[in-house]
Antibody, heavy 114, light 107 residues
Framework: EVQLVQSGGGLVRPGGSLRLSCAAS????????MSWVRQAPGKGLEWVSV???????FYADSVRGRFTVSRDNSKNMLFLQINNLRAEDTAVYYC????????WGKGTTVTVSS | DIQMTQSPSSVSASVGDRVTITCRAS??????LDWFQQKPGKAPKLLIY???TLQSGVPSRFSGSRSGTDFTLTINSLQPEDFATYYC?????????FGQGTKVEIK
């Protein structure tokens, strides 16, 4: 079965860091590009980042310089390193398979609060 | 950046109605636009990609079209399971951008 299993969310103080994980099964992530999307409480969807199979990465302006997306092809996993967290980063974070974001993880919640 | 202005923000409709949702791009773009459905507490689900191609397994009452910078999602004969929030996403130019969402509610 094709699926994405997410982990790594939690409660973090402003300025803190987290690493979100997204484990793929049923397909090989090295063959695909992968995205991260987030959704603040009660708000709409916001695209965060994409990593291409060749390694190129792109980010939303709101996270560039603080967020880093990476892959471990040997473990078939995707990661999002989030640094210098702000209150406005509080959201459910989803990983999704490209192209077309046809497969999504269930999401992991990041709460930034003192 | 390409801004996607989605309208309406909400619509009340009855089972069997036709519902039309529009996303207007702030500048010319190719047809790299996708539509998603999201239900409360769930991840989004892909409905339409490349403006008009129906994703495998999605009912044919969903359709997408384009006219210039306007992209439209149409739901024909609304079903009870279609009450949800719908989003467009442009993947033509970085940064990719979502519309603000349209909540389809039961009248």
């Amino acid at each position: 079965e094709v699926q994405l299993v997410q982990s790594g969310g939690g409660l973090v103080r402003p300025g803190g860091s987290l690493r979100l994980s997204c484990a793929a099964s049923g397909f090989t992530i090295s063959d695909k590009y992968m995205s991260w999307v987030r959704q603040a409480p009660g708000k709409g969807l916001e695209w965060v980042s994409v990593v291409y199979s060749g390694g190129n990465t792109f980010y939303a302006d709101s996270v560039r310089g603080r967020f880093t997306v990476s892959r471990d092809n040997s473990k078939n996993m995707l990661f999002l390193q989030i640094n210098n967290l702000r209150a406005e980063d509080t959201a459910v974070y989803y990983c999704a398979r490209e192209p077309m974001m046809d497969v999504w993880g269930k999401g992991t919640t990041v709460t930034v609060s003192s | 950046d390409i801004q996607m202005t989605q309208s309406p923000s909400s619509v009340s409709a009855s089972v069997g109605d036709r519902v039309t949702i529009t996303c207007r791009a702030s500048q010319n773009m190719n047809s790299w636009l996708d539509w998603f459905q999201q239900k409360p507490g769930k991840a989004p689900k892909l409905l339409i990609y490349a403006a008009s191609t129906l994703q495998s397994g999605v009912p044919s009452r969903f359709s997408g079209s384009r006219s210039g910078t306007d992209f439209t999602l149409t739901i024909n004969s609304l079903q009870p399971e279609d009450f949800a929030t719908y989003y467009c996403l442009q993947v033509d130019t970085f940064p990719w951008t979502f519309g603000q969402g349209t909540k389809v509610e039961i009248k």
